[in-house]
């Protein structure tokens, strides 16, 4: 039986029930995990079945049993960043990226490594580097890819040149195979021996057999380049290919994009790590020149050349994290950028190689062209806008986006200048235009025309262009699949490509390994139309609910909803906010490894749900509620994803639909009206700091409120900071507004007095503006929008715009989170010229020292001081001017803590149901940073909830708001 042709039922409960009862691992088969689930990086959506999470691979053993038995076909599973669409099926999902992430053995001496399917490239080379070894392959996804998806894509990058495809770095696979047995496929005698079980001696021999009989059609058709990643690997079944070292079975399962077998294990072959590299970007004045420089760059032996066109380098302007980059590597107004790469173990060879460059490109008419990069600061800049290249790309705001669907033609580097010509040429034809990067070196190219695949005219479009093209690929004897695979976009084009006799020779190697079509159906072979769009993303009856109305100012981006689908749409689901590295992004996500607790898992279930696939009136529904329950909203998604999706204020009109259909609960009403019950309760500190004091009360709040029992929550003050403190403001020179945040103002009064001094020190007369009427004092609406009250946020926020917007003075700020709502979510909340002048206005205090470099006279404190970056502080590019302004202090070594959010985020941390997640936050990197601390040296946090966290669970360790370390250096004051 062909499970292609069998209905299958989604969620169905009985396969769930099997699973949870015969697996270890987590069952997922719910409507909303089957929706984040539903999609990749390419244009197509289709639900799954259900997922499985395994634990152990005996997980993975029995799930293929249990559907083998219930005819429901499987299909593995890493990132999901493909861009064909081969990590979304009518399947049993298998997510390997939780568990399966071991690195099994290392022999550096032989240059193996073993390891499970579910690492990711950036966390194996991180593990070889201490043996001087590293995994050459490196897609621009190395900090998230897998290597699974890795071999199941066949995967390339811009080394590839040297080091050639994964194919070509796969010593061996120990695979599951879809009858259930387990086979090693790798270099294999050509008598295989007695221990080989019956099934897979004969499943070998038949491959060889098929090898021999078709070796002059594979000679034939198969195209002469090395990036040819199209169809399954036949090459390596050939008696040529077995003579000349190249017969490894494991090649064949390389980029069979898991239709074949269930990767447990892969051999990898080792690299010396090469230690010492210098760029050169190379400047042309048109496309063209840079397409016919190619050829001539890659003789000067280069580790790689990479394209990054005129549209790239324009949009990646646009995004502020790119930009100061992106001006450092253009000389002038260039059309087209080369960067070339030398590799070595000597600095020396490899700047002659830059001079060498240099006079090349003289030779070839552009003089003065090449834009030296020696630094490594500047590199690894240079780098994250080349991994980058996608999603700038795919930055661009509206319907029409860069689409992929001849992502990676290949062609010989004599023929590339025509050959892109030629392709520009249809794009014109069409009405569109392609953008372009990447590998120029081995004359594959990232080629994405701009289309909108909401528009049925469109979709006819992208079908003319595909078959255009790849009529042209095969008219330069070319490659039409040079990285990315087949999936649903090109598999259906692999008989144009290969002819009917390989095509039908590829279908026999299917059906040798998976006769029931157990295995990810549908790719390689007997595909579906690449332009049916009942599997797209954007398909029929695709439609924004006409009945969300949001509550932010949206119109940055087009469409309904008042833009707000738009900005959702904006993540393309490439999953950079899975990367590990202790930037922000995503904190949460790091701490669970979920799906649903990604900015991608999120940003997909507010799809879903805004376009009613999740139900009626979803966005106030319990699945997206628990989809948001554990974002910290740190905004670094709003900074670090290279589209911008800003999931913190996305969660705002979350939570403001649940709360105007089920209203507030009691706790989060208590958290966001606290600027208002403040003031009454600093007037009676002992009594609203009770339910740390007194006995049993800390339980009874964790019962009533769901505030946990075993967290101290900030204590009030009495001597809390007065508005009285300070002069109203004047409009003189010098004169500065001082905006107490509500956090330090009532818990911790100190900051705001050191900030006084400090201000007054560096000769600014520090004011601060009273609210009308003398009511109660100015609030940024900061509790307020966590809560999703943003009616009441609004109010604040007028109150607060009419009483600063008076005056032209700087209003500077201590508490990141605060400060940055007036540059922010005023301007959501209050769209105007006045709230973008206040904006403008608003500065931290260390981002006001930095900037104008005031005279402070100032002492030594300590040796050292240890400073853990706010979120806010990071998502904004605030932190540099934290660090700036402590480094003024004379003797003191400034250390930033490499870490991600701390954890606590406002109330987050103090809720008993975050508990797990709080913690696992600040474990992975900054408490460990923090307890590593000498005596002697400072803890610096300029967030209230990073210094709350760190006295909870700092072993000890109290951490300072960088004021007050200012404020000691400059007055003398040692009360620490």
């Not at 998502?875 to 480094?887: K, R, Y």
Request: glycine share 10%; charged share 25%; proline share 7%.
């Amino acid at each position: 039986m062909n499970m292609m042709n069998r209905p299958v039922a989604l969620g169905d409960p009985r396969l769930a029930r099997r699973l949870a009862r015969e697996t270890e691992g987590e069952v997922l088969f719910g409507a909303g995990d089957r929706g984040r689930y539903a999609t990749d990086a390419s244009i197509y959506q289709i639900e799954p079945v259900g997922v499985l999470v395994p634990r152990r691979l005996e997980d993975v053993e029995a799930a293929i049993a249990i559907c083998r038995e219930e005819g429901v076909p499987v299909l593995p599973r890493g990132a999901g960043t493909s861009q064909c669409g081969q990590t979304v099926n009518r399947a049993l999902v298998i997510d390997c990226t939780k568990h399966l992430r071991r690195v099994l053995s290392v022999d550096a001496e032989a240059g193996v490594a073993r390891v499970e399917p579910g690492i990711t490239l950036g966390a194996l080379n991180d593990a070889l580097k201490p043996h001087g070894r590293f995994f050459p392959v490196d897609p621009s996804t190395w900090a998230r890819c897998t290597i699974g998806g890795m071999a199941g894509n066949n995967s390339c990058g811009a080394k590839s040149i040297r080091y050639g495809l994964m194919a070509d770095n796969v010593l061996g696979i120990d695979a599951l195979l879809a009858d259930g047995s387990r086979f090693r496929f790798g270099d294999l005698p050509d008598i295989l021996g007695a221990d080989v079980p019956a099934g897979a001696a004969d499943l070998v021999q038949r491959l060889r057999a098929l090898g021999a009989r078709e070796a002059d059609e594979i000679a034939a058709r198969f195209p002469p380049q090395l990036r040819r990643v199209g169809g399954y690997n036949l090459d390596a079944l050939t008696p040529a290919a077995r003579a000349a070292g190249r017969g490894n079975l494991a090649r064949l399962l390389v980029g069979s994009e898991g239709g074949l077998a269930f990767s447990a294990a892969l051999d990898l072959k080792l690299w010396p790590i090469k230690p010492r590299k210098v760029l050169g970007i190379c400047q042309f004045p048109t496309f063209r020149a840079a397409m016919e420089a190619a050829r001539h760059l890659v003789a000067l032996d280069p580790e790689a050349v990479e394209l990054v066109d005129r549209t790239m380098i324009d949009l990646g302007r646009s995004i502020p994290i790119y930009r100061a980059t992106i001006d450092r590597m253009v000389r002038g107004e260039p059309d087209s950028l080369l960067i070339v790469e030398f590799h070595g173990h000597e600095e020396e060879p490899l700047l002659r190689g830059l001079d060498r460059l240099e006079e090349m490109m003289g030779d070839l008419g552009h003089r003065d062209a090449v834009v030296p990069a020696t630094d490594a600061g500047f590199q690894a800049a240079i780098a994250e806008v080349r991994e980058a290249g996608l999603n700038i790309m795919m930055s661009m705001k509206g319907d029409g986006k860069p689409v992929s669907f001849i992502e990676d033609c290949a062609v010989d580097l004599d023929h590339l200048a025509d050959f892109t010509e030629k392709l520009n040429e249809v794009f014109a034809k069409h009405g569109t235009k392609g953008t372009w990067y990447a590998h120029a070196s081995v004359g594959c190219l990232h080629v994405r025309p701009v289309l909108n695949m909401k528009d049925p005219a469109e979709v006819r479009t992208m079908r003319a262009i595909a078959e255009e093209c790849f009529a042209l690929v095969r008219e330069y004897k070319g490659s039409h699949s040079g990285e990315h695979g087949d999936g649903i976009v090109r598999s259906e084009f692999n008989e144009p490509m290969f002819g009917a006799r390989l095509t039908r020779a590829f279908e026999a190697v299917k059906d040798a390994f998976d006769p029931r079509g157990l295995l990810n159906p549908g790719r390689v072979v007997r595909a579906p139309r690449m332009d049916d769009r009942s599997l797209f993303r954007y398909g029929p009856g695709y439609a924004a609910d006409p009945k969300v109305a949001p509550a932010l100012d949206w119109s940055a981006w087009p469409g309904p909803q008042g833009g707000l689908l738009g900005a959702v749409e904006m993540c393309n689901n490439n999953g950079t906010c899975r990367k590990p590295n202790p930037d922000v992004m995503c904190p949460s996500y790091r701490a669970t490894r979920n799906e649903r607790d990604l900015t991608r898992g999120r940003a997909n279930t507010l799809r879903l749900a805004l376009t009613g696939q999740l139900g009626p009136e979803a966005l106030a529904s319990d699945e997206v509620a628990a989809a948001l329950s554990l974002c910290v909203s740190c905004k670094a998604c709003k900074r670090e994803c290279p589209t911008g999706v800003d999931m913190a204020k996305m969660k705002i009109e979350a939570m403001h639909a649940r709360a105007k259909a089920r209203g507030v609960s009691a706790k989060d009403r208590l958290v966001a009206e606290l600027p208002r019950w403040a003031p009454f309760a600093a007037r009676v500190p002992f009594l609203a700091n009770a339910r740390n004091t007194v006995p049993g009360l800390a339980t009874l709040a964790e019962r009533a409120l769901g505030f946990a029992a075993a967290r101290r929550l900030p204590r009030f003050r009495r001597d809390a900071f007065r508005d009285d403190e300070l002069p109203a403001p004047t409009g003189r020179g010098g004169e500065v507004i001082l905006y107490p945040d509500p956090f330090n103002r009532y818990f911790e009064p100190e900051n705001l007095r050191a900030a006084v001094r400090v201000l007054r020190a560096a000769g600014y007369e520090p004011a601060l503006a009273r609210p009308p009427q003398g009511r109660r004092p100015l609030d940024s609406g900061r509790t307020y929008l966590a809560a999703g009250m943003v009616d009441e946020a609004r109010a604040e926020a007028r109150r607060t715009l009419h009483a600063l917007g008076r005056f032209g003075s700087p209003v500077v700020g201590i508490e990141p989170s605060d400060l940055f709502t007036l540059r922010d979510e005023f301007l959501s909340l209050l769209p105007g010229e006045e709230t973008r002048r206040l904006a403008a206005r608003a500065v931290l205090l260390s981002e006001l020292i930095a900037r104008e470099k005031p005279r402070l006279a100032l002492r030594p404190v300590a040796p050292a001081a240890h400073i853990h970056g706010h979120c806010h502080q990071k998502s904004f590019s605030a932190f540099p001017a934290a660090v700036a302004t402590l480094a003024l202090v004379p003797g003191l070594k400034v250390l930033p803590i490499a870490s991600s959010c701390c954890g606590m985020a406002g109330s987050f941390g103090y809720e008993a149901a975050n508990q797990e997640a709080s913690r696992a936050m600040a474990e992975l990197s900054l408490l460990p940073a923090v307890r590593a601390v000498p005596e002697g040296e400072l803890v610096v946090a300029d967030g209230t909830s990073c210094r709350h966290q760190i006295a909870d669970l700092g072993g000890g360790r109290e951490a300072l708001h960088s004021v007050r370390v200012l404020d000691m250096a400059s007055s003398g004051r040692d009360d620490v």
